[in-house]
């Protein structure tokens, strides 16, 4: 097949010739008389493009590709109209602006396409790029040639903070003694740990009166209103943050977008803005804070994140994301799951076990994704009492009622409850438990949690006098 490329425009010749060139063999027109513009231009035709005679070296019996690129619509139509005589059997590739392509409707055989979808996401990247450099620059002037450099996270930080407080550390040139990983709590989740041993990452607990030490501060994956009086009014250096943006604080440097899934993602287009060598310990660490504050790209995130995703992906450690994303389960608490499982019960398509109490609260999450998988089970709610809360995780496969939407409705005036489309948690003191449910039993347990999620999610109108006023109500508003 050959391609005949026909524009009114010389700069489109060398932007074909360059990328789409090699995959097929193509004929340009060109003026009776131009020169040829490119030296990658091999082949070409010359005549009036819309005069079906121009075509004539060209066996109209055989199909043929056919690119127009013209500054008007009309233009491009008249050249279509003596193309589509001349070579009957051709199939058309319309490129231009939204104004100068014609309606695609109208063309069955051809293709229509403009400019802002096939390269507008690629400029609005170099743009990005190009915004992105320049905060490096702001950030690097900001902490060059200065003491000790303190990188808050917030109090548990969890894997998006640890990776970008990582990553932005070495986007400044500090290494862990010169501008160290701080936290006014520390990391709890088993799972972080984990990420911090098997990548090296070490986050100081700090008290907020040894900051005096840091010449510089910066807050990322975090704003510092959520440390109220913590920093002492303090102005921060810099402010990089995917959460929505906080009133009360001063910054030098600010960054936060709401938009984005991570802080991660901000951090990898820093990187990749500046020509950073980046490490595989520093793209796996950004691909795993990616991954967990997205859910996989589950959760709300932007394409800016699954821009980073696919750049991280390929240069990451994927056998530690998996581990970091999997931890071991203990066999003690393996025990406790056969214990639970054995007396596992599937009402309304909610899978249930109860695991009474536990030490470690990670094994409640790890036990409601196994129970998701139960034949018949739609959701899962997997439950155990630690220090002295009723702890419950809840899952759906994904589709239907918002697992977060229905845990904060059942629960959320009884402790704090919520979470996403697929995963929620619910948190509730023992002793307001105990007294709106008379016990924390298994069969105490048990009923509050599947009659509740139930009542929320049933798609029957009849809603147990238990439930909260909205789900009563829920039914009428379809
Ligand atoms: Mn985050």
């Not at 640890?162 to 989740?189: H, Q, Y």
Request: charged share 25%; hydrophobic share 45%; with cysteine.
């Amino acid at each position: 097949m050959k391609c005949l490329v026909i524009a009114d425009h010389r700069a489109f010749y060398g932007i074909f010739a360059r990328s789409a060139g090699s995959l097929v063999e193509p004929h340009y027109w060109l003026e009776k008389g131009a020169r040829t513009p490119y030296p990658e231009l091999e082949h070409v035709f010359r005549g009036d493009p819309a005069d079906p005679a121009t075509y004539a070296g060209f066996d109209s019996a055989e199909e043929h590709a056919v690119v127009l690129y013209f500054q008007t619509r009309a233009e491009a139509e008249r050249v279509a109209r003596a193309v589509e005589k001349a070579l009957p059997r051709a199939w058309v590739l319309f490129l231009g602006l939204d104004e100068t392509v014609p309606d695609a409707g109208a063309r069955p055989h051809a293709r229509v396409r403009t400019l802002e979808e096939v390269i507008g996401g690629r400029i609005a990247d170099e743009v990005r790029a190009l915004l992105a450099r320049s905060r490096v620059e702001q950030l690097r002037e900001i902490f060059a040639g200065a003491g000790k450099v303190g990188v808050l996270l917030q109090p548990d930080p969890d894997p998006d903070a640890i990776a970008s407080g990582l990553c932005f550390r070495n986007l400044i040139g500090r290494n862990r003694t010169t501008a160290p990983l701080l936290t006014f709590g520390a990391v709890t989740r088993p799972e972080n740990r984990e990420m911090l041993r098997l990548l090296d990452i070490t986050v100081e607990t700090i008290a907020p009166e040894a900051l005096a030490a840091f010449e510089r501060l910066a807050c990322i994956d975090v704003q510092p209103s959520v440390f109220g009086d913590r920093l002492g009014g303090r102005e921060v250096d810099a402010v990089i943050d995917h959460h929505p943006e906080q009133p009360g604080y001063r910054a030098r440097f600010r960054d936060i977008r709401a938009s984005y899934g991570a802080t991660a993602t901000i951090l990898t287009e820093y990187l990749r803005a500046a020509d950073f060598e980046i490490n595989q310990k520093q793209a796996t660490a950004l691909l795993y804070g990616i991954k967990s504050d997205t859910l996989n790209l589950d959760r709300e995130c932007a394409i800016a994140d699954m821009d980073a995703f696919q750049y991280l992906y390929a240069r990451a450690n994927l056998n530690l994301v998996r581990r970091m994303e999997k931890p071991a389960i203990p066999r003690d608490s393996l025990r406790r799951f056969g214990a639970a499982l054995e007396r596992l019960e599937i009402e309304n398509g909610i899978s249930f076990a109860f695991l009474g109490e536990v030490e470690r609260e990670d094994v409640i999450p790890q036990l409601a994704e196994f129970l998701l998988q139960v034949e018949g089970a739609e959701w899962s709610v997997a439950a155990g009492v630690v220090g002295g809360r009723v702890v419950a995780s809840l899952r759906n496969a994904g589709f239907g009622k918002s697992a977060g939407d229905a845990a904060r409705r059942a629960f959320g005036e009884l402790g704090s409850a919520g979470g996403h489309r697929s995963m929620a948690k619910a948190v509730i003191p023992l002793d307001r438990f105990v007294q709106e449910f008379g016990g924390a039993d298994e069969k105490a347990v048990r009923r509050a949690f599947v009659d509740r999620l139930h009542a929320e999610v049933a798609p029957a109108p009849a809603a147990p006098v238990s439930a909260p006023a909205e789900a009563a109500e829920a039914p009428s508003h379809g």
